[in-house]
């Protein structure tokens, strides 16, 4: 099993900025990608970012430009520096770890609740 911790969210004003933070910790080998989704009230959750083990990088296209994914390996932390918030950002944000051991298995954070006021 894999434990995610998140912190890091908020409330913040359009424009401004927020990091993201998630450690993992428990059976943390064979971690490949690592990433950050969000869930608005009535809506999907959706991917923001993810960034592989060998560092490649995925971006929403509503994000990029603004919002930046970078992983500590010898950490087992992902980060998500936020920058230019909007307030259609305002959702609770949820760390993503992909591990593979034969298979892929998919483990969640609790999620983290950012709000972007006008």
């Known amino acids: 099993q894999v434990q995610l911790v998140e912190s890091g969210g908020g409330l913040v004003q359009a424009g401004g900025s927020l990091r993201l933070s998630c450690a993992a910790s428990?059976?943390?080998?064979?971690?490949?990608?690592m990433g950050w989704y969000r869930q608005a009230p009535g809506k999907q959750r959706e991917l923001v970012a993810a960034?592989?083990?060998?560092?490649?990088?995925n971006y929403a296209d509503s994000v990029k430009g603004r919002f930046t994914i970078s992983r500590d390996n010898a950490k087992n932390t992902v980060y998500l520096q936020m920058n230019s918030l909007k307030p259609e950002g305002t959702a609770v944000y949820f760390c993503n770890v992909v591990r593979t051991v034969i298979r892929a298995y998919n483990y969640w954070g609790q999620g983290t609740q950012v709000t972007v006021s006008s």
């Open positions: 960034i592989t083990s060998g560092g490649v990088t």
């Open positions: 428990g059976s943390i080998f064979n971690i490949n990608a």
